[in-house]
């Protein structure tokens, strides 16, 4: 049974910094890519950033980019992703994603079952 479980959601004050895990089990995730959405509450769910299965190619939302940073240990099955200078927009539910696009285009295989985070403005 794969799954992915995510840690590391809270509560945090604007300007300040999480950082979520994501470890993968159930299969080897050899030459997937791995990221993360989030889900505003009333909001379309939405892609926040992905890395290629190497590691090398790494993809950003617009509304992160210099301020998020995605990385990956192969050898551990996990994920992860580092937040810094959070905005009150940034809270949403985070879920972390595995599937064959880079980009994490299209409908990822997997899904985790998410973590919260909610920054206080």
């Known amino acids: 049974q794969v799954q992915l479980v995510e840690s590391g959601g809270g509560l945090v004050q604007t300007g300040g910094s999480l950082r979520l895990s994501c470890a993968a089990s159930g299969r080897t995730f050899s030459g997937y890519a791995m990221g993360w959405f989030r889900q505003a509450p009333g909001k379309e769910r939405e892609f926040v950033g992905s890395?290629?299965?190497?590691?090398?190619?790494?993809y950003y939302a617009d509304s992160v980019k210099g301020r998020f940073t995605i990385s990956r240990d192969n050898a551990k099955n996990t994920v992860n992703l580092q937040m810094n200078s959070l905005k009150f927009e940034d809270t949403a539910v985070y879920y972390c994603?595995?599937?064959?696009?880079?980009?994490?285009?299209?409908?990822?295989?997997?899904w985790g079952q998410g973590t919260q985070v909610t920054v206080s403005s």
């Open positions: 890395i290629s299965w190497s590691g090398g190619n790494t």
């Open positions: 994603a595995a599937g064959r696009s880079p980009s994490l285009s299209g409908s990822p295989d997997y």
